[in-house]
């Protein structure tokens, strides 16, 4: 397995992810904003033997932020979550990320990363729910 750089060769298979991984609840990235964040070097994907099984956004701020962060689920519980979160950790100093409050699997791989909750952002997605918001 590896984490590369992703480019337009990758985007189809980075927008299917997206679209099995999320909602319109969760704010899906179109094909267009995939795009944009491609050619600005944001987009990181986890391939295995050439195939896209992961893939994270990191957009550039003071802290830099996680926005997009998903394993494809044929892939899910091997590991892979674990493998990528690395490789963000190790190439950024310092990242901020979004979580739904529910999602318990997510919050337990970010607190084995370091991550911390800052706060609780009341009805952050746009089907009313809550997230967390976290730091390393």
């Known amino acids: 397995m590896t984490v590369v750089l992703a480019t337009k060769k990758e985007l189809n298979h980075i927008l299917t992810l997206e679209n099995i991984s999320f909602t319109k609840a969760d704010g899906l990235l179109s094909k267009r904003a995939l795009l944009y964040h491609l050619n ?79 706060k609780r952002a009341k009805k952050f997605y746009l089907d009313g729910q809550d997230a967390y918001i976290m730091k390393n």
């Open 40 to 118: 600005k070097k944001r987009v990181f994907c986890l391939k295995e033997n050439g195939e896209v099984l992961g893939y994270a956004l990191v957009l550039p701020r003071k802290i830099d932020r996680i926005y997009s962060f998903c394993i494809h689920p044929k892939a899910r519980g091997k590991g892979l979550a674990k493998e990528l979160l690395s490789f963000l950790t190790s190439k950024f100093k310092k990242l901020r990320l979004e979580v739904r409050v529910e999602n318990t699997k997510a919050l337990k791989l970010y607190e084995g990363f370091g991550f911390k909750i800052i």
